[in-house]
């Protein structure tokens, strides 16, 4: 009885996760179809470890070994991992079906909210993470967010310089920036250059 309400708590709460949150939110059919699988894999394997007394140190023992094969099969953003290990887990805990009857279908749900919360549209909106790679050298910070800002028409956060070439004159950072927000920046057409003189004709 506890793995049959278990399994139907599993489908439902697999289905709202992939079809009504993170196609909607992410477009990634490819994936959809790969988180729907993973978890009703990995509930029927661990349905079948706990029906045979294989025992939770087995059945987690596996789901450390999927989740490093899965990880490194493919590059995925980590929004897109969340969700993966979100997955992982309830099928996971469908399968291990726990005593009472209404504890693996209370997970399942308290796992869905959390990732619609914490990944819905209006949570940071205006923030946004990028790789600028800009054509001149900034060995200063204040400099180089005075840049970003000029570029990026936006308040910048956080910036990690992740490469600085003096030779090629090159910067490359890893910036968060907020967009929209309080006094607009001059974008990079609206920079002040310097103005060149036109020489008299004689």
Avoid at 28 to 44: C, F, K, P, Q
Avoid at 57 to 75: C, K, P, Q, T, Y
Avoid at 189 to 194: N, V
């Amino acid at each position: 009885m506890n793995l049959l309400a278990a399994a139907v708590a599993d489908l439902v709460a697999i289905s709202v996760l992939t079809f009504g949150i993170y196609y909607r939110r992410h477009f990634r059919r490819d994936l959809v179809l790969s988180y729907v699988a993973l978890n009703v894999g990995i509930m029927a394997v661990a349905g079948m470890l706990a029906g045979g007394g294989a025992g939770i140190g087995l059945g987690m023992g596996l789901f450390g070994i999927l989740s490093i094969i899965r990880l490194r099969s493919d590059a995925i953003t980590q929004e897109e991992v969340a969700y993966y290990f979100v997955a992982l887990a309830m099928g996971l805990v469908s399968g291990l079906h726990p005593a009472p009857v209404w504890i693996a279908p209370a997970i399942c749900a308290g796992l869905v909210l959390v990732v619609f919360v914490a990944d819905h549209p209006r949570f940071a909106q205006r923030t946004r993470r990028q790789i600028v790679t800009l054509d001149r050298a900034y060995p200063h910070e204040p400099e180089l967010r005075a840049a970003l800002e000029r570029t990026l028409g936006a308040e910048v956060l956080h910036v990690a310089v992740a490469e600085l070439d003096l030779v090629r004159d090159l910067t490359v950072v890893d910036v968060r920036f907020r967009i929209g927000g309080g006094q607009r920046l001059p974008g990079l057409s609206e920079a002040r250059l310097p103005q060149r003189v036109a020489e008299p004709v004689r």
